[in-house]
């Protein structure tokens, strides 16, 4: 990335709106104190813990039509005559030629998009297939991962796998690279996504809930998470960036400050998950995939994260179901 598309990245983000933290932090310690048992898993890993959830009468009916029509009744907004706020505006530049792209994407799905998809593979029954969407889908990677590989270890070919993203470049790219059965991209800001025509299995998010929450469309970012949702069926997988996780580790010290990547705490996360609507059945530390060489400078702290698996930052991966 050049640094002048760095400035604005990190500009933009220093003149939204601050974090609430430090009054949700007590709150929210209070509330995870309470709610610790559900974070343990009881029944192993995941992927047990998953199977069997996505069954129903109906469920052929809405695979095949969703694997057919889509997800999402929902116009480009381009073609909706929508006016471009600055937020979409600034990101839709990081995916042009100067722009950052290449630091947010590492050219291949995320590290914790191949473990999920290797957990729904364990939890798929023979005829279940899949309905999801990513939330700030960029390139689409991720997108045509889930939808390859979710189901893979059964007969299903019936997956219906949405990206939603509101920067054009980033959509069109993805249409132009993975268009394919069952996979639909839409030019659409998160926080006006219509409900889906018919349930959805996973909504699974890429770092949209941190954007907002430091641009003051928090709240809005939540409704839609309720909206998009089925009671009793859908499960979220948030990943975004851990403060606690950069914060322990000082050889990120230089680059977090000169990046100021809106960073939340767990939590801050508990806290927006409200209890009445999410049941949170896992926090853990994860990976964020980030190329810091894409943005044009060297920070070891990202490759000696990453491992062997890829740079990256300290992320929350967090899973929950929709109550
Ligand atoms: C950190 S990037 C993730 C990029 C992508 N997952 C990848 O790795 O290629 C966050 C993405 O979320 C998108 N985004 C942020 N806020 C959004 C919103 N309110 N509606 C739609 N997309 C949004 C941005 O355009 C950006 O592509």
Redesign the pocket.
Known sequence: MSLKALFLVVNTWASASRFTAEEQCLHAYQRVGVRRSLLADPSGTLGRRLRGRWTGDHRSDSLQRAHREGLFRVTDRFDAGAQLGE??ML?SREYGEDGS?NF??LGRP?VEIQKLAAELQEAAGENDGLTAVV?????G??VSYLAREACKSTSSTMTAVAG????LP?IQEARRQHSSAGCFFHH????ELPAPTVPLDLVVD???FQ??YRSG?FEEYLDTLSRISTPGHTMLHLNLMSREGIEAREEFDESMEYLNLPLLCRSDICAALKPEIWEIWQIREGHYDLNPEGAGFECEAFHTFGGNSSPGIPSWCVVAARI
Do not use: H
């Open positions: 937020e979409e990101w792209f947010w994407s995320k939330l700030g889908c960029g390139l990677l991720d939603v993203d509101f920067a980033a659409a800001d998160v926080c890429n770092t949209v954007n907002t469309r």
